[in-house]
């Protein structure tokens, strides 16, 4: 997600957010990996569609070139979303 994130970066995440409402494009999230279980991605919605009454979330990384997401693996259900990330904090390197 660089340069929006990078590594070391601490983020919040509202893991109640979608509970009552589906995201939005650009919101920025936390969802299962659909190929490395166990494994969390950060990534943008791009779009949010239908199929059979369930809601599948189309995520995108900020840096196109090098980013793992649905262009690759597809759609995501909405019930892989773990929640929205409210924002960001440097680490500060420890001494």
Same mark, same amino acid.
């Given at each position: 997600?660089? @340069? ?29 990996? @659909? ?39 597809? @759609? ?16 500060? @390197?420890?001494?």
């Amino acid at each position: 997600m660089a @340069p929006t994130f990078i590594p070391g970066d601490e983020i919040s995440v509202d893991t109640q957010a979608y509970l009552h409402k589906t995201p939005i494009p650009g919101d920025v999230i936390v969802v299962n990996d @659909p190929e490395m279980r166990g494994r969390k991605l950060l990534k943008r919605v791009e779009k949010v569609t239908r199929k059979a009454g369930k809601r599948l979330i189309f995520v995108v990384g900020d840096n196109e070139l090098r980013s793992r997401d649905s262009r690759q693996f597809g @759609p995501i259900p909405l019930e892989e979303v773990l929640g929205r990330v409210l924002g960001t904090e440097p680490l500060l @390197p420890t001494t």
